[in-house]
């Protein structure tokens, strides 16, 4: 089982939105997908009430027991995993990041938005864990864009290869548990979520083969610290 992990210590910039939207792409392609949802506020797992298809499965489930169901849901076939972490809660995002492969943090496009992100990458980088930013209600004009983006790389952040634009779709979509490439097939939103599916796909399965050489520096930071 691949683990995807959606983090970001800013509330509202669209990880539940690309959670379930990833899920359902995978799915597209053949997975086996679930979502485990750690907000308090269960927005996925309300979304998931209010859907009428009976996949991706989603539970939500305290941050304690995320080692243990996913375990279980491994077990039972599922082979896409996405956790969606809620904001402001230091702790659940580090047990997010620890059972993930490969982690996505949402930004928006504004300059308190990248100061906050940058918590969530320190956070990230604990775990020596692959991530990428993704760039979320972009305008669909404005040069400012180009120059977050080159701030972003600075700081050492790998940055998606696609921008999530604000379009009116992607919250459409939930309103009838659908997620916007469900709502609009053929709508550029349903395009930049396959672009990210692909890109997320290509690093879930590359971070796999780096994960031992992860764990190791993990192991040797823990017990350089005793
Ligand atoms: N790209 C987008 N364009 C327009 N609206 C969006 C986009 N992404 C998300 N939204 C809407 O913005 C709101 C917040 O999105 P979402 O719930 O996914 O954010 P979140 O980061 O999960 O929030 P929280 O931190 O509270 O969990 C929702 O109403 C959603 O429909
Ligand atoms: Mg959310």
Not at 77 to 105: H, Y
Not at 202 to 226: C, G, P, V
Request: aromatic share 6%.
């Amino acid at each position: 089982m691949k683990t995807l992990a959606i983090i970001s210590q800013k509330g509202g910039v669209g990880k539940t939105t690309l959670a379930t939207a990833l899920a359902v792409a995978a799915e597209r392609d053949g997975k086996n997908a679930a979502i485990f949802d750690l907000d308090p506020q269960a927005s996925a797992t309300f979304w998931k009430d209010t859907r009428p298809a009976e996949s991706p499965a989603v539970a939500a489930i305290p941050p304690a027991r995320l080692g243990h169901v996913m375990q279980a849901a491994a077990e039972s076939g599922c082979d896409f995993a996405i956790i969606d972490a809620p904001p402001f809660a230091k702790d659940i995002a580090f047990e997010a990041a620890q059972a993930a492969d490969f982690i996505l943090i949402p930004t928006k496009p504004a300059v308190l938005d990248v100061m906050a992100m940058t918590k969530t990458l320190e956070l990230v980088r604990h775990y020596v864990k692959p991530s990428a930013v993704v760039l979320t209600f972009c305008p669909t004009q404005g040069r400012e864009l180009a120059d977050t983006e080159a701030a972003i790389t600075q700081l050492g952040a790998t940055l998606a290869p696609v921008r999530i634009h604000n379009r009116i779709a992607y919250s459409r979509a939930q309103q009838t548990g659908q997620t916007a490439q469900e709502f609009e097939p053929d709508g550029k939103a349903a395009e930049e979520i396959q672009s990210l599916y692909k890109f997320v796909f290509i690093h879930l399965n590359t971070s796999t083969q780096s994960a031992a050489h992860d764990q190791a520096q993990i192991h040797k930071r823990t017990a350089s610290r005793s």
